[in-house]
C-alpha cells in the first residue's frame, strides 16, 4: 500500500500528465455536484470573511443545529467534521476494532484508515455477476466476527445504491452481531430515499455524511457523524476543536437551508444520469454498472487508452486500476453538466 491513498481530483497531478495548466481541465475523476455550489453558500463566505480574524466555534454549534434541523435528527448526537475523512480516522481512532469488514471495491480511505488503528481487515469481494452490488445477507454473515463493519450507499467506486430496507436489515444485524456499522452516505443527498438518516436508529449505528459532494465545496472540507448517544462522550474526548473553520460553518448553515437547490440537483441528475449512462454504454461499448449518485462508473478493455486519450484532450476521468477488487479495465466518470458530458462524448469518438 502506498503510503497515501490515491483519490481523483488531484487537479495539480492531473495537470501536470496532462501538461496543461490545470484551469484548462475537464476533470469527471471527482464527483461533484455539476450546479456548483449554492448561491447563498457563495455569498455566506464572503459575508464572514472579516470572521476571520476569531477563533471559530470549536464544536461549530451552529451548523450542528442546521444539520439537525435539516435532517431532522437529534443535535446532541451529531459532530461536525473538516470533511467527513476526518470523521473516518476519529471513527477508527476511538473505536480502536479488532477486525473491520471492508468491501472491495470500497472508498480508499478506510483501509489507511483502519491500519493506522492497527486493525486486521476482513474484505468482502462484490462480485461482477452480481453487478459489483454489495448483497445484504452476505455483508451481515461477515460481519458475525467483526468488530467494526464500514458500508458505503450508494457505494464508492459502484454507484450501487442498497434500498433503505436492506440497509435498515444490516443495521439490525449489526446490532445482534455487536459489531459497529459504520454507514457512509457521502453521497445519499443525491437518493435520500435510501438514506437511514433521520429514518433508523440504533446504539451501533454510525451515519456519516459528506457535505462536500453535494454541495460542491470540496476545497472548503465539511462532513459529519451522527453517533449513538454511549459513543458521544468518547469521540469528544479524541476529537481535536476547531476542525470546521469559520467559512466552512457558514457556507454550510446557508447551503442545506437551500432547499431549491437540493431539488433542482436532484431533478438533474434524476435526467442526466440514465442519458449519460446510455450514450457511454451505446458509444463506447463499455459495461456501465447499476448507479443511483453523481457518478458512473465503466467496464470496457479500452479504459487504459480512453483514459490516455482523453487526458491528451484536457478531460481527466478517475482511472480504477488501484480500487483493491478493481483491474486496469474500469474507469469512472462523474455526470457533469450536459454540455461538459456532450464534450466528454465527443472527444470519446475522436479515439474510439
Ligand atoms: C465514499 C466516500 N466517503 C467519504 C469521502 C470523503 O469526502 P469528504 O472528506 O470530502 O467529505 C469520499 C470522497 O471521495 C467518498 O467517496
Not at 442546521?66 to 446532541?76: G, K, L, P, Q, T
Not at 463493519?149 to 433503505?164: D, I, K, V, W
Amino acid at each position: 500500500m502506498s503510503a497515501t491513498t490515491p483519490h481523483g481530483g488531484n487537479l495539480r497531478q492531473l495537470a501536470a500528465q496532462a501538461g496543461r495548466p490545470a484551469e484548462e481541465l475537464l476533470d469527471f475523476s471527482a464527483s461533484i455536484n455539476p450546479l456548483g455550489m449554492p448561491p447563498a453558500a457563495r455569498r455566506a463566505i464572503i459575508d464572514h470573511i472579516d470572521r476571520l480574524g476569531h477563533y471559530p466555534d470549536p464544536l461549530a454549534g451552529e451548523l450542528v443545529t442546521a444539520i439537525a434541523e435539516a435532517y431532522r435528527v437529534n443535535s446532541e448526537l451529531l459532530l461536525a467534521g473538516n470533511g467527513s475523512t476526518e470523521l473516518i480516522y476519529l471513527a477508527l481512532r476511538v473505536l480502536k476494532p479488532r477486525q473491520v469488514l471492508l468491501t472491495a471495491p470500497g472508498f480508499g480511505e478506510y483501509e489507511r484508515a483502519a491500519r493506522l488503528a492497527g486493525a486486521e481487515i476482513k474484505w468482502l469481494r462484490l462480485s461482477k455477476k452480481n453487478e459489483l452490488r454489495i448483497d445484504p445477507a452476505a455483508f451481515i454473515a461477515a460481519m458475525a466476527d467483526c468488530d467494526l463493519a464500514l458500508l458505503c450507499n450508494p457505494n464508492n467506486p459502484t454507484g450501487h445504491a442498497l434500498s433503505r430496507p436492506e440497509v435498515a436489515a444490516i443495521a439490525e444485524a449489526a446490532k445482534t452481531h455487536r459489531c459497529y456499522l459504520l454507514l457512509d452516505e457521502a453521497f445519499a443527498d443525491f437518493c435520500p430515499e435510501v438514506s437511514l438518516l433521520g429514518h433508523f436508529y440504533n446504539t451501533h449505528l454510525l451515519i456519516l455524511r459528506s457535505l462536500t459532494k453535494f454541495f460542491a465545496l470540496p476545497g472548503l472540507r465539511l462532513g459529519f457523524l451522527l453517533l449513538p448517544r454511549s459513543l458521544r462522550r468518547a469521540f469528544l474526548a479524541h476529537k481535536e476543536p476547531w476542525s470546521v473553520n469559520t467559512l466552512a460553518e457558514a457556507a454550510a448553515v446557508a447551503a442545506l437551508a437551500d432547499e431549491e437547490f437540493a431539488q433542482r440537483s436532484r431533478r438533474f441528475m434524476a435526467e442526466e444520469r440514465p442519458w449519460l449512462a446510455g450514450e457511454l454504454a451505446r458509444r463506447t461499448g463499455a459495461r456501465v454498472y447499476p448507479a443511483a449518485a453523481n457518478y458512473l462508473l465503466l467496464e470496457t478493455p479500452q479504459a487504459q487508452e480512453l483514459l490516455t486519450g482523453l487526458l491528451q484532450q484536457g478531460i481527466a476521468l478517475r482511472d480504477c486500476s488501484n480500487f483493491r477488487g478493481l483491474n486496469a479495465n474500469f474507469l469512472r466518470t462523474a455526470i457533469r453538466s450536459r454540455q461538459e458530458n456532450q464534450r466528454l462524448l465527443a472527444a470519446l469518438a475522436t479515439i474510439l
